[in-house]
Every structure is written in C-alpha cells, then in structure tokens.
C-alpha cells in the first residue's frame, strides 16, 4: 500500500467511526424521551417506561454479542471490507426500521430494529482490526487512539445535533424521531465511502481451512480480556444509568441530556489528542492500569452523591479523562498480543465482549430499583478492572530516554 492509498484508508476509516458513532450520538440522548410521558409514541402505561427503556437498551448489546466475534472471524477468511459493508448495509437498515416503527406506534418493530443494529455493530471493531493491519511499527497506540479519537468527534457532534434538534423542534410532540432520520442518512454515507475509497488491508492466506471459532488463545490474552470486560460493564453500567439520572433525578430535558454527552464527548476529544501523546512520553501502559481503574473508580462512586446537573457533569468530564486512558491501555495491550492471523477474530472478540458487557450492565438496570438509581455508580466503581499485582504500578519514564 503505498503512501497515498494508507493516508485515503486512514482518513475514510476515520470517517467512518466519526459518522457511525454520530448515529449513537444522535440516537442515545432521545430514548428516555421516547420512553416518557412526554412522548410515548408506544402508548404505553406509565409503569411500563423504564422496564421497556432497559428492554430497549438491552436488545442491542445481544445482537452485539453473537455479531462481534462471527464478523471479526469473518474478516479473516473474507477481508475486512466486505464485512464492514455488510456491517453498515444492516445498521442502514436498522434506523428504516426504527423510523418505521415509531411512525407506526410499532414498539415490536422498534425492538426488532434495534436488534438488527446490534447484529450490524461490528463496523467500529473492524475498522480497529483494519487500523491493526496497517500501523507501521511502534504506532500501535497513536492508530488506535486516531479511531478513539474520531469516536469522540462523532459522539460530540451527534449529541450536538440532538441539542439542535430538540432546541429548534423540541415543541413538536414527535421531535424525538429526527434523530433517527440523522442516522440512517450518516450510515448510508458511511457505506458509500468505504464502497469507493478502502481498499482491502487483509489478503487470507490461502489453502487454511475456515474455523469459524477458535478461541485457542494465550493465558495472558485472555486476562487482558477479562480485565477489558469488567471495565466494559462498569461502562456501561455509568453509561446507561446516566440518561436516567438526569431525567429522573435532575429533571434534565433532551436538550440538556444532549449537552451531557456533548461535554463527554468533548472530554473524550481532548484526552485523546491533548493528555494521551503526554501520557504516552512518560508512562507505560503496562503498569499504569492500577491507578487508572483506582482514580476512575472514586470518580464514578462520587456521581452517586445526589447534588445538581453542574456537579453531576463535572465529576463525569474530570472522570472521562481517566476512563479513555484506561480503555486505551487495554486495548493496546489486547492488539499487541494477539497473532497476525487471529487479529480480526481478537478484534470481534472484544466486540462481542463489550456486547455482553453491556447486555450484563442492562440486566443489572432491569433488576435494579429506579428508586435508588444513584447506587449503580457505586457498583460500577468496584467493577472497574485491577491487576492482581501489586507491584503494577505507575512506571515513570526517565525524562533522558525520551
């Protein structure tokens, strides 16, 4: 691949992620609308909102679960494109149907499309895998941050267009599903620009027969993993509880959710590009995930003191911080050991494993009460992942070596 065609994959991947995620973004700070009495276009019965809000959420992370390792294993046999096409043909599909079945009052049909985006949500993996594929050597961590990076851009702006949305037509009783149309516009683009600009960045190796699942990894790799789900599930516990919280608790409207996630994707944004490269000079990895997962886990345990939308979002901007950074240390750690051969199915791994995560942390919400929501904070905090060693601490980096 010469220089020309890696820099045209690289930006069109980034896109990608960037119009993808803006789905999310869009989407995610309108569903306790949907589920309220200030919508209801299910019509449903008021004691019914927040066991169908987690039913919602949950169908997704399944779909996500049994999606994530079959495509990543795909793309090992049949190239990474065409499975991150099929990926962004399904989760097209999936916002059709959403708008299709909150115009109809359809809730069926609403859960229907949700579990079609969550057996469509491989694309994010895979383009981590592609980004695997192409890093030259000792670039590993700057490539995958690039693709955190562009998560956040896309969250920040998806989020940023739900504030719009909901300041300029928040007074129309079905304002809630212009986000929807937002999304299947972003994803049918995403599918036009990885059609015409990426060119394949994994050739199978021929004469090897298909297995289409083969979990024969290594004993530290599969630690990496189980530390990488823990900290998935607290995530998703903080992730999905927060909506909730500030609608319940804080009597917070779309517009203002929006603006939550908005500073939490801004958070995002200037970790990755502003405290990473700084983190990167002078600590490894390796031996910083201990403190990382400590201070994330006081952070997430302060949000459950009941004070005000202010507060609430400075604990969670000041927190993000540590969370990207523990997330990355992870991810690059999972990347470096997995083999060449095996990289797609490691990479869809851990895609399903943040499916099930988030299909656990959903179960959690459905069995816990909403009267005392604030304490799912407290429970994320003891989650969160640690070494059992000890001596894994805080590497400080000579300042000569560098």
Not at 264 to 269: E, K, R, T, V
Request: some cysteine; glycine content about 8%.
């Amino acid at each position: 691949m010469n220089n020309r065609t890696h820099a045209l994959t690289i930006a069109t991947l980034l896109l990608t992620v960037v119009t993808d995620i803006m789905g999310m973004g869009l989407v995610f700070p309108v569903l306790p609308t949907i589920f309220s009495g200030t919508s209801n276009p299910f019509q449903l019965p008021s004691n019914q909102f927040f066991l169908f809000y987690c039913i919602t959420m949950m169908i997704v992370p399944i779909g996500w679960s049994i999606s994530g390792i079959i495509m990543g294993r795909l793309s090992d046999f049949l190239g990474r494109k065409k499975v991150i096409l099929f990926s962004l043909i399904a989760s097209t599909l999936s916002y059709g149907l959403c708008i299709l079945g909150l115009n109809r009052g359809s809730l069926s049909l609403f859960i229907l499309a949700r579990l079609v985006i969550g057996l469509g949500s491989g694309s994010f993996s895979l383009v981590q895998t592609v980004m695997t594929d192409i890093a030259p050597e000792g670039k590993l961590g700057k490539y995958m941050g690039w693709v955190n990076a562009a998560s956040a851009i896309g969250f920040v702006m998806g989020a940023f267009l739900t504030m719009f949305f909901s300041y300029i037509y928040g007074s129309h009783h079905d304002h809630y599903i212009l986000p929807f149309y937002g999304g299947f516009s972003l994803c049918l683009l995403n599918t036009l620009l990885v059609y015409l600009c990426i060119q394949e960045t994994h050739q199978p190796s021929e004469g090897k027969s298909f297995k289409l699942f083969n979990f024969e990894i290594s004993k530290k790799l599969g630690y990496l993993l189980v530390l990488f789900t823990q900290l998935e599930i607290a995530w998703g516990i903080f992730l999905q509880t927060s909506p909730i919280m500030l609608d319940r608790i804080y009597f917070s409207n779309s517009y203002q959710i929006g603006l939550y996630y908005f500073v939490n994707g801004l958070c995002a944004m200037l970790s990755i590009f502003i405290v990473q490269p700084w983190f990167e000079r002078r600590f490894t990895y390796e031996s910083s995930t201990n403190v990382l997962a400590l201070i994330t886990a006081i952070f997430m345990s302060l949000l459950s003191i009941k004070t005000s939308y202010t507060v609430f979002t400075s604990i969670m901007f000041t927190m993000t911080f540590f969370e990207f950074l523990l997330f990355t240390s992870l991810l690059v750690q999972i990347s470096k050991t997995a083999s060449k051969d095996s990289k797609g199915m490691v990479m869809g791994m851990v895609s399903s494993l943040i499916g099930i995560s988030f299909l656990i942390s959903d179960i959690f919400m459905l069995v816990a009460s909403e009267s005392s929501i604030a304490q799912n904070f407290i429970f994320a905090a003891f989650i969160l992942p640690f070494y059992k060693n000890p001596n894994l601490i805080f590497n400080y980096k000579s300042l000569t070596t560098r």
